[in-house]
C-alpha cells in the first residue's frame, strides 16, 4: 500500500521537525500550548483577552495560522504581543517546517509562553506534531453539544478543554454535563476550563493555571 | 515533484468517480445538493426542518458524511427522510467512492431531491466533486463574521450560501452586512439565505427555492 507508506513517512518527518522545535523551545525556557478549535470557536480571542490580563505578569509569544489574511496576528499585536502570521494558501493545517520558518521570524528574547493556533478546523490538525507541550481543544456553546464523540481524536490528543461562550447558555440547547461527559469518557485526564471571552467569566481561573504551566517544568 | 503528481492523481480518480454518481442520478431524475460548514453549524438541524415541511411535497434523501457515530443518520431518519450514514473512521471530508457505496443502500426509487452532508469541516471537503449538481455552504452567526476572507476557497465553489442562527444576532457581535460583501467579493453569483432552525425564520424562503431548484433542469 504505497498510499500508506507515504502519509506514514511525511509525518515521521514532521514529528523530526517537532522535536527539534520542542528542544529549541525548552532550551530557552520557553512552554508551548497548541491552540485547536473548529472555525469561529474564539481561539484569537482568548488570546486577546489572556494577553490584556497577564500583560506585566507573563511575556507572551503568538503563532497564527490562518488559510489565508493577517487579520488574527493584527489583532494579538494590538493586544500587545510578540506575533508572527504563517498563511497556508489553501492547507487545512498547520505541519512543523512552518513553525520551525515562523520562529525565525519572532523575536524569543525574554519570552515565557508560545501560543500556537492552529487552522479553524476540527480534524486534520490533531494528526501534526508541531513542537507544543501540550494542547488545547476549544469548543463553544453555539457548535451543538455531540462534538466529542464526532471528532473524537481532537479530544483524544488533548490535555485541556476549553469551552467557550458561556454566555450565550440561555438562548441555545447545550448540555454542558453531556459534553464533560463526552470528552472525559474519551480522555479521563482531560483538564476543563468553561469561559466568556464576552463577559469574561472563568477568564480569571484560566489565567492563574496559565501561570502555573508557564512556571512548571512539566505538564 | 512526486508529492503533487500523487495528489492530482487522487483527485482525478474522484472525479472520474464523481461524474459516474452525477449521470446516474441525473438519469433517475434526482437533483443532488452538497452542504458544507464548520462542525456545528446546523446542517442537520436544517435538513430535520427542511424534511418536515416538505414532507408529501417533496421526496428527500440524505446521505450523512461523519468521522464518527450514527446520530445525524438516526435524527434524519426520525424526521422522515431515507437515509444512510457514511462513517470516515477519521478522515476529514467525504470522497466521491465512499458516496458511490452509499447509493448501493438507499432506496432511490421516487427519489427527487438527494442532501450529501460532509463532514464538519471548512477546508477539505472543498476540494473533492462528489457528483452533486449543486455546494451549499452554511456559516452561522456565532462563529465570527470573518468567515468568507479567512476560508475563501469553500465560498468559492459554492452556488448558495445559508447563514443561519439569525435569532442569535442581538447576543452576538456579528455583521450580518460585512459576511455578504465578504462572501459576494469571493463569489458574486453566491444566492444567500439567511435562517433560523430553531425559530424557522427564512426557512418559508429557502424551501419555495428548494423546490423549485428540484424541479428545475440546470441550476
Redesign the interface.
Given at each position: 500500500m504505497p498510499?500508506i507508506t507515504?502519509a506514514q513517512n511525511i509525518l515521521a518527518a514532521n514529528d523530526t521537525i517537532a522535536q527539534e522545535i520542542q528542544q529549541l523551545l525548552a532550551t530557552r525556557g520557553i512552554r508551548t500550548i497548541e491552540l485547536m478549535s473548529?472555525?469561529?470557536?474564539?481561539k484569537t480571542t482568548l488570546l486577546e483577552r489572556t494577553i490584556e490580563r497577564l500583560r506585566g505578569q507573563l511575556a507572551i509569544g503568538v503563532i497564527e495560522g490562518?488559510?489565508?489574511?493577517g487579520?488574527d496576528a493584527e489583532r494579538i499585536e494590538a493586544a500587545g504581543a510578540e506575533t508572527v502570521q504563517i498563511n497556508t494558501r489553501?492547507a487545512?493545517h498547520l505541519e512543523a517546517h512552518m513553525v520551525r520558518d515562523a520562529l525565525q521570524e519572532i523575536n524569543l528574547i525574554g519570552m515565557r509562553l508560545l501560543f500556537i493556533e492552529n487552522?479553524?478546523?476540527?480534524?486534520?490538525p490533531a494528526a501534526w506534531n508541531l513542537g507544543e507541550d501540550i494542547r488545547i481543544v476549544m469548543v463553544?456553546t453555539?457548535?451543538?453539544d455531540?462534538?466529542p464523540?464526532?471528532?473524537?481524536?481532537m479530544f483524544a490528543v488533548s490535555q485541556v478543554m476549553i469551552v467557550n461562550?458561556i454566555?450565550?447558555l440561555p438562548?441555545?440547547?447545550y448540555a454542558l454535563e453531556k459534553v464533560r461527559k463526552q470528552a472525559l469518557a474519551i480522555n479521563p485526564n482531560l483538564q476543563i476550563f468553561e469561559v466568556s471571552c464576552?463577559t469574561g467569566e472563568g477568564l480569571d481561573t484560566w489565567c492563574e493555571w496559565l501561570i502555573a504551566f508557564a512556571n512548571s517544568k512539566t505538564y
Open positions: 498510499k507515504i473548529s472555525p469561529g470557536v474564539g490562518d488559510i489565508e489574511t487579520t489553501g487545512c487552522i479553524g478546523n476540527l480534524v486534520c463553544s453555539t457548535e451543538g455531540e462534538k464523540a464526532k471528532y473524537p481524536h461562550k454566555d450565550l438562548y441555545v440547547d464576552r
